[in-house]
């Protein structure tokens, strides 16, 4: 079974910009769609972005469109989430989670990652 693990996460200034990595142990396969996802201080969980495995196109949730950038590098079975302008409300503990759709809720993922906390200061 695939294991995810995340890092890149930390505590940054508010206007800088961070890179997440999500690397999976164990195959993704090309019906698989990776996620990254964020949960806030007494919040629900929130979709990020998705990257189809088989092809790359991505998808993103209209609150980060323009700021956050989702890639990856498949020799190095790694996602990534380029983070850019980050703002207070930014902070977070943000997870990579995988599903067979873009934009599943983070129940639907059949795997899922512990986290990478991100603190964005003001």
């Known amino acids: 079974q695939v294991q995810l693990e995340e890092s890149g996460g930390g505590l940054v200034q508010a206007g800088d910009s961070l890179r997440l990595s999500c690397v999976a142990s164990?195959?993704?396969?090309?019906?698989?769609?990776v996620g990254w996802y964020r949960q806030a201080p007494g919040k629900d969980y929130q979709y990020l972005a998705a990257?189809?495995?088989?092809?790359?196109?991505?998808y993103y949730a209209d609150s980060v469109k323009g700021r956050f950038t989702i890639s990856f590098e498949k020799s190095k079975n790694t996602v990534y989430l380029q983070m850019n302008n980050l703002k207070s409300e930014d902070t977070a503990n943000y997870y990579c989670?995988?599903?067979?759709?873009?934009?599943?809720?983070?129940?639907?993922?059949?795997?899922r990652g512990q986290g990478t906390q991100v603190t964005v200061s003001s």
């Open positions: 990257i189809r495995w088989s092809n790359g196109l991505t």
């Open positions: 989670a995988i599903s067979t759709s873009p934009g599943s809720t983070w129940r639907e993922n059949f795997r």
């Open positions: 164990g195959r993704i396969y090309s019906s698989h769609v």
